[in-house]
């Protein structure tokens, strides 16, 4: 909305933006936020709703404010995904990884302050830079949307900037950045004292190795990760952030006081006390996922190569934006990312998919 009244005080920085968001519509399949789309197990929905009666006690009271024992969880988590000997002070939790983006942005970002990040990626990141006046760079891309490791770093040393984010797998793409990759612009990054921030929100659909094995030797590379896509806890909003014990200080002097509610301490420990229950369903939807490449193949359409729940394809004769409402009229939500000529769909259930390809074989033809 541009045309905001003259009363509203509005900083003028964000008097030209929107709210992030994609549409919200009920009975289609809903194939276009990356969600998990197996609800949890009945085994751990019942765990929670005791655990929270539980907690319900004593809801007159704060939250712990440091979310200590939900952080050694998920220090231990990320240790036995990752091979990495972290504690609670690598960790910091928040509602969903923008949150936590929210935070790095605030406490190393701001007016003067330059960030950048390699586009198309995910759109959260620029949009917190504008809401937290930092300046945003779009960096390079190949045509493939894979990111060149040595004109990225070039752009870094270039631009100076203070933050560095790296999407990987990345969205809208599902493309995934080698860790070879990552470390060479965690050099560059190094050099001109940026933060590089690997926002891993897919890690769990990928076989890369984290980004978070580097910050033994990178004090600045920082991972953030979530619970809301592989997880299945995206109703929860839980994220977190991997990092030096010096980055999780600083960046806790901009949280908000009893920022995570006790009841979201309480079901995120019990879903991490399931992570593989959880997480069971994953192979599976990487199998789905390739049913999806294939048959998007047999219409002459294309999708990119992806480590993550969700592919884009292209190859559709009409516009994205037609082909998108294409989709919906036939109770199929899938996303337009605004790059034309591509759309982006998240694996469902297999009932999901074999409607989602019978579609796509309408509009085809
Ligand atoms: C979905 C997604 C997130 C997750 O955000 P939450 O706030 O944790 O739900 C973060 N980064 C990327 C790239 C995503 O696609």
Do not use: C
Not at 27 to 55: G, S
Not at 60 to 78: E, F
């Amino acid at each position: 909305m541009n045309n905001w009244p003259e009363w509203l005080p509005l900083r003028e920085n964000l008097r030209s933006l929107s709210p992030y968001g994609a549409p919200q519509i009920g009975d289609v399949l809903q194939l276009n936020t990356n969600e998990n789309p197996f609800p949890l197990p009945a085994e751990v929905q019942e765990k929670i709703v005791t655990r929270v009666q539980e907690v319900a006690a004593s809801l007159n009271r704060y939250p712990d404010r440091d979310a200590v024992r939900l952080r050694a969880k998920l220090a231990q988590y990320i240790n036995y995904r990752a091979g990495t000997k972290f504690s609670v002070e690598n960790i910091w939790a928040a509602n969903g990884s923008n949150e936590i983006l929210q935070t790095l942005f605030l406490a190393f970002g701001g007016a003067q302050r330059k960030s950048l990040g390699f586009t198309p990626s995910y759109s959260v990141h620029p949009l917190i830079a504008n809401v937290t006046g930092t300046t945003w760079i779009a960096g390079f891309r190949e045509d493939d949307f894979a990111i060149n490791s040595k004109t990225a770093a070039e752009q870094i040393l270039d631009e100076k900037p203070s933050l560095v984010f790296i999407t990987t797998p990345n969205n809208p793409s599902g493309t995934s950045t080698p860790i070879s990759d990552i470390e060479k612009l965690a050099v560059a990054a190094g050099e001109v004292g940026a933060l590089l921030i690997v926002d891993e929100a897919y890690a769990e659909f990928s076989a890369e190795e984290s980004a978070a094995t580097l910050i033994v030797k990178f004090p600045h590379v920082v991972s953030t990760r979530t619970m809301s896509k592989a997880f299945a806890f995206a109703g929860v909003r839980v994220g977190y952030l991997v990092a030096h014990p010096l980055v999780i200080d600083a960046a806790q002097v901009t949280r908000l006081p009893y920022h995570l509610s006790a009841l979201t301490q309480a079901a995120a420990e019990v879903a991490i006390d399931h992570a593989e229950l959880l997480q069971g369903g994953i192979d599976l939807l990487l199998g789905e996922r390739e049913k999806l490449v294939s048959g998007l193949s047999a219409l002459g359409w294309r999708a990119l190569d992806s480590s993550a729940n969700f592919l884009l394809f292209s190859g559709f004769s009409a516009t994205s934006a037609s082909t998108w409402q294409e989709f919906l009229n036939r109770g199929v939500l899938i996303r337009d990312v605004g790059l034309e000529g591509y759309l982006r769909v998240t694996v469902g259930t297999p009932a999901e998919n074999q409607r989602f390809l019978t579609v796509a074989q309408e509009i085809a033809q």
